[in-house]
């Protein structure tokens, strides 16, 4: 059975940092097609933030671009998402979602608050 278990969110203040986590069982994330991370504000969709995808170099979405950093940790079978200057409007559930053999799996999210 396949599990994604994000975590590392919390409140920040307006500029701060914050790396989320999202850590995996049941899939090996040196073998997955792609893993991304999104994010779901109040009240809006889910909206893409960035990606991982095997044997490409990262992608992000334009919004984070040259603030977010998305990596993993094969070792630990972790997914990270580092998270630099962050604005009000980073304010979101983040979730994972991992590509394996055409299956998407989805973690249950972690909240983050950006407030002064």
């Known amino acids: 059975q396949v599990q994604l278990v994000e975590s590392g969110g919390g409140l920040v203040h307006p500029g701060g940092s914050l790396t989320l986590s999202c850590a995996a069982s049941?899939?090996?994330?040196?073998?997955?097609?792609?893993m991304d991370w999104y994010r779901r504000a109040p009240g809006r969709d889910v909206t893409f933030v960035a990606r991982?995808?095997?044997?490409?170099?990262?992608y992000y979405a334009n919004s984070v671009k040259g603030r977010f950093t998305v990596t993993a940790d094969n070792a630990k079978n972790t997914l990270y998402l580092q998270m630099n200057g962050l604005l009000p409007e980073a304010k979101a559930l983040y979730l994972c979602?991992?590509?394996?053999?055409?299956?998407?799996?989805w973690g249950k999210g972690t909240q983050v608050t950006v407030s002064s």
């Open positions: 991982l995808a095997r044997n490409l170099g990262p």
């Open positions: 049941g899939v090996i994330l040196s073998s997955a097609s792609q």
């Open positions: 979602k991992v590509d394996q053999g055409g299956t998407d799996y």
